[in-house]
């Protein structure tokens, strides 16, 4: 079906970005998984095309729209050329969403132009060896001493955490009434003393994505790092995690349909039988179904990418559009594996990559389980 959420200017930006992959990243990818890492160039080189400041005011060097429709076409064509650029993601969707939102006048100065450049790439730290889903239990703290606060804990799994530059540690500066009151949001830049990186985690896949364990041995980070006000990081990771969901969803939802195509010219091709796959009745099932699936992922996630720039997309509607998207994910690729045989076990077909990748998708920014508790509060229960 026609997808109506589209300008021209939408369209042609998605013909520049399919250009730029299909030219920068497309031919290299192998040897970057290799790797276990994008080379460091390729931000800024994603960065002179525009795609990294769009979120980011005019006045701090970007193009200054709050418009989810541009990242999410980036996402889409980065899915539909199956490869994925490390931590950029998560520094264009999740990351640079906090330095906008809450950055004092300075900070916005100090930081904003060069995470638009891609001169400055971020993660964001929340989890920790001890606490994923719970994230109020975090141990991480930071302690106020003078001008400073000092910083102590272990994060894991941080997207991004080799290539950071900067990175925004959730850290507890102090008890509330409530667990989730307390937590701060403190921005640990490069070389600041004792703080420290472990390895680049080996992943199932995803792996040209960094991903690391940071350490934090008595970090001494300026007051003047402190983003948004003491004790508010729960509200604003909160605030956040909509487009955080959304973004996964619009991932997932893009590399399932990826899936779909790669797969339509496989059993195309493959003769068994003195046939093509593509002929018996069962892959024109499977196929036929993973397509209607499909078709209402998205509906479902144009519709929330247009409630999303309408300030409408609530945390429970993130919720279920992550959830549906996220699975539907996990079977199409499933299916689709299914219907190379063996082939589609070997990395060197794309559905093999996508089948991998595709498992952490209902794992990180918020597992299936958690998301269904929020569902079941919003439905009263
Ligand atoms: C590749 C990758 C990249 C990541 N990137 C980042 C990042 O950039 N920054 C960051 O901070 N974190 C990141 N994460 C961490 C990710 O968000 C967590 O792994 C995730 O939130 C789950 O936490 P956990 O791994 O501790 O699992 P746990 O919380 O230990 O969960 C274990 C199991 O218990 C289930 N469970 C938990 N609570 C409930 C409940 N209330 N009801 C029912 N079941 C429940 C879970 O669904 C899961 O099945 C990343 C993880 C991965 C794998």
Redo the contacts with the bound molecule.
């Keep these: 079906m026609r997808r109506t959420l589209f300008t021209g200017e939408h369209d042609t930006f998605r013909a520049t970005a399919r250009d730029f992959l299909a030219k920068h990243v497309v031919p290299y990818f192998p040897a970057w998984e290799q790797a276990g890492l994008v080379p460091r160039e390729i931000f800024t080189k994603v960065g002179d095309l525009g795609v990294l400041g769009m979120q980011i005011p005019a006045r701090h060097g970007g193009a200054g729209t709050r418009s989810f429709l541009y990242p999410a076409i980036w996402a889409e064509e980065t899915a539909r050329a199956h490869v994925n650029l490390g931590?950029l993601g998560?520094h264009l969707n999740?990351v640079i969403p906090y330095f906008v939102s809450y950055s004092t006048e300075e900070q916005a100065g100090r930081w904003l132009p060069g995470l638009g450049t891609g001169a400055l790439m971020a993660?964001?730290?929340?989890?920790e060896p001890g606490?994923?889903?719970?994230l109020a239990g975090m141990a991480t703290t930071a302690v106020r001493d003078g001008d400073d606060w000092i910083l102590n804990g272990a994060?894991?799994?941080?997207?991004?955490?080799v290539h950071a530059d900067l990175v925004i540690v959730?850290a507890r500066t102090g008890e509330g009434g409530d667990r989730r009151d307390g937590l701060s949001l403190l921005v640990v830049e490069r070389d600041m003393p004792g703080f420290t990186r472990g390895r680049n985690?080996d992943?199932l896949g995803?792996r040209t994505?960094d991903?690391a364990e940071l350490f934090f041995e008595d970090v001494r980070v300026p007051a003047g790092n402190l983003l948004g006000e003491e004790g508010q990081a729960f509200r604003y990771l909160t605030g956040n995690l909509p487009q955080e969901r959304l973004a996964i969803a619009v991932g997932a939802q893009a590399a399932a349909e990826a899936a779909l195509d790669t797969t339509l010219a496989y059993v195309r091709d493959r003769q068994v039988f003195g046939k093509s796959v593509a002929s018996f009745q069962n892959t024109r099932f499977e196929l036929a179904a993973c397509a209607t699936r499909l078709e209402a992922g998205r509906a479902l996630v144009d519709r929330a990418l247009v409630a999303h720039d309408a300030g409408e997309l609530s945390i429970a509607d993130a919720a279920k559009v992550k959830v549906f998207c996220t699975e539907l994910q996990g079977e199409v690729v499933d299916r689709c594996l299914q219907l190379h045989g063996g082939y589609g076990y070997m990395r060197e077909y794309p559905i093999a990559r996508l089948y991998a990748d595709a498992r952490?998708s209902r794992?990180?920014?918020?597992?299936?389980?958690?998301l269904?508790?929020i569902i079941a509060k919003s439905l009263g229960i």
């Design positions: 931590g998560v999740v993660s964001i730290a929340m989890t606490t994923g889903s719970d994060k894991t799994f941080i997207t991004g955490g959730v985690l992943k995803l994505q991903t952490v794992i990180y920014g918020g597992t299936t389980e958690v269904k508790t």
